[in-house]
Protein backbone atom coordinates (compact mmCIF):
# COMPACT_ATOMS: atom_id res chain seq x y z
CA UNK A 1 0.00 0.00 0.00
CA UNK A 2 0.58 3.43 -0.69
CA UNK A 3 1.20 6.05 1.89
CA UNK A 4 0.52 9.51 0.73
CA UNK A 5 0.71 12.50 3.09
CA UNK A 6 0.13 16.13 1.89
CA UNK A 7 1.68 18.91 3.52
CA UNK A 8 2.11 22.82 2.72
CA UNK A 9 -1.72 24.47 2.78
CA UNK A 10 -2.59 27.38 4.99
CA UNK A 11 -4.63 31.13 4.92
CA UNK A 12 -3.91 32.54 2.17
CA UNK A 13 -4.91 36.06 0.61
CA UNK A 14 -7.26 35.78 -2.17
CA UNK A 15 -5.73 36.18 -5.92
CA UNK A 16 -2.41 34.25 -3.71
CA UNK A 17 -0.50 31.66 -3.95
CA UNK A 18 0.33 28.34 -2.16
CA UNK A 19 2.27 25.18 -3.18
CA UNK A 20 1.32 21.66 -1.75
CA UNK A 21 3.21 19.13 -1.79
CA UNK A 22 2.48 15.18 -0.92
CA UNK A 23 5.18 13.05 -0.06
CA UNK A 24 5.24 9.17 -0.73
CA UNK A 25 6.25 6.11 0.81
CA UNK A 26 6.41 2.30 0.76
CA UNK A 27 5.82 2.44 -2.83
CA UNK A 28 7.18 4.19 -5.62
CA UNK A 29 5.27 6.33 -7.57
CA UNK A 30 6.99 6.09 -10.76
CA UNK A 31 4.21 3.64 -12.46
CA UNK A 32 1.54 5.34 -11.13
CA UNK A 33 -0.83 8.22 -12.32
CA UNK A 34 -1.25 10.27 -9.09
CA UNK A 35 -3.38 13.23 -8.78
CA UNK A 36 -4.91 15.81 -6.32
CA UNK A 37 -8.93 16.14 -4.99
CA UNK A 38 -10.58 18.37 -2.28
CA UNK A 39 -13.30 18.24 0.03
CA UNK A 40 -15.27 20.37 2.09
CA UNK A 41 -17.74 19.85 4.32
CA UNK A 42 -21.05 21.28 2.59
CA UNK A 43 -19.55 20.55 -0.98
CA UNK A 44 -18.25 16.73 -0.16
CA UNK A 45 -14.89 15.64 -2.51
CA UNK A 46 -14.06 17.39 -5.54
CA UNK A 47 -11.72 16.22 -8.71
CA UNK A 48 -8.75 18.85 -8.75
CA UNK A 49 -6.21 17.18 -11.00
CA UNK A 50 -4.35 14.49 -12.64
CA UNK A 51 -0.53 13.80 -13.70
CA UNK A 52 -0.05 10.45 -15.87
CA UNK A 53 3.49 8.43 -14.71
CA UNK A 54 6.23 9.90 -17.02
CA UNK A 55 4.35 13.36 -15.98
CA UNK A 56 3.87 14.45 -19.58
CA UNK A 57 0.22 14.03 -19.46
CA UNK A 58 -1.73 16.42 -16.70
CA UNK A 59 -5.87 16.68 -16.76
CA UNK A 60 -7.61 20.01 -14.86
CA UNK A 61 -11.21 20.20 -13.34
CA UNK A 62 -12.50 23.11 -14.82
CA UNK A 63 -12.99 25.60 -11.59
CA UNK A 64 -8.86 25.01 -11.83
CA UNK A 65 -7.71 24.55 -15.18
CA UNK A 66 -5.56 27.91 -15.97
CA UNK A 67 -4.76 28.58 -12.12
CA UNK A 68 -3.43 25.33 -11.03
CA UNK A 69 -0.18 23.11 -11.99
CA UNK A 70 0.12 19.59 -11.00
CA UNK A 71 4.17 18.51 -11.05
CA UNK A 72 5.78 15.38 -9.95
CA UNK A 73 9.48 14.44 -8.79
CA UNK A 74 9.73 10.10 -9.47
CA UNK A 75 13.29 10.68 -8.17
CA UNK A 76 12.07 12.10 -4.95
CA UNK A 77 8.83 10.36 -4.94
CA UNK A 78 6.85 13.68 -4.66
CA UNK A 79 3.74 15.28 -5.91
CA UNK A 80 3.09 18.89 -6.48
CA UNK A 81 0.20 21.09 -6.68
CA UNK A 82 1.47 25.25 -7.25
CA UNK A 83 -2.17 26.67 -6.74
CA UNK A 84 -2.14 30.41 -7.95
CA UNK A 85 -4.90 33.13 -8.54
CA UNK A 86 -6.79 31.75 -5.27
CA UNK A 87 -10.04 32.19 -4.59
CA UNK A 88 -12.51 31.67 -1.79
CA UNK A 89 -14.31 28.77 -3.56
CA UNK A 90 -10.80 27.16 -3.39
CA UNK A 91 -11.00 26.78 0.47
CA UNK A 92 -10.63 23.30 1.42
CA UNK A 93 -9.00 20.29 2.57
CA UNK A 94 -6.73 19.18 -0.36
CA UNK A 95 -5.58 15.06 -0.66
CA UNK A 96 -3.07 13.74 -3.02
CA UNK A 97 -4.46 10.48 -4.11
CA UNK A 98 -3.13 7.27 -6.74
CA UNK A 99 -5.26 7.80 -9.48
CA UNK A 100 -7.46 4.64 -10.91
CA UNK A 101 -8.98 6.44 -13.97
CA UNK A 102 -11.96 9.04 -14.44
CA UNK A 103 -12.06 12.56 -13.39
CA UNK A 104 -14.35 12.20 -11.28
CA UNK A 105 -15.24 11.90 -6.72
CA UNK A 106 -13.80 8.54 -6.64
CA UNK A 107 -10.48 8.39 -9.28
CA UNK A 108 -8.21 8.18 -6.48
CA UNK A 109 -7.23 5.71 -3.77
CA UNK A 110 -4.77 5.31 -0.58
CA UNK A 111 -4.96 9.08 0.20
CA UNK A 112 -4.10 10.04 3.39
CA UNK A 113 -3.34 13.09 5.47
CA UNK A 114 -4.82 16.06 3.89
CA UNK A 115 -4.07 19.70 4.36
CA UNK A 116 -6.12 22.14 4.47
CA UNK A 117 -5.64 25.77 2.51
CA UNK A 118 -8.07 28.95 2.95
CA UNK A 119 -8.45 31.26 1.25
CA UNK A 120 -9.83 34.66 2.68
CA UNK A 121 -9.52 38.48 2.49
Known amino acids: QMLLSASGGGLVQIGGSVRLSCAAS????????MGWFRQTPGKGRDFVATINWSGDGTYYSDSVKGRFTISRDNAKNMVYLQMDSLKPEDTAVYYC??????????????WGQGTQVTVSS
Open 97 to 110: GLWIGGFGSNSFKD
Open 26 to 33: GRSISNYG
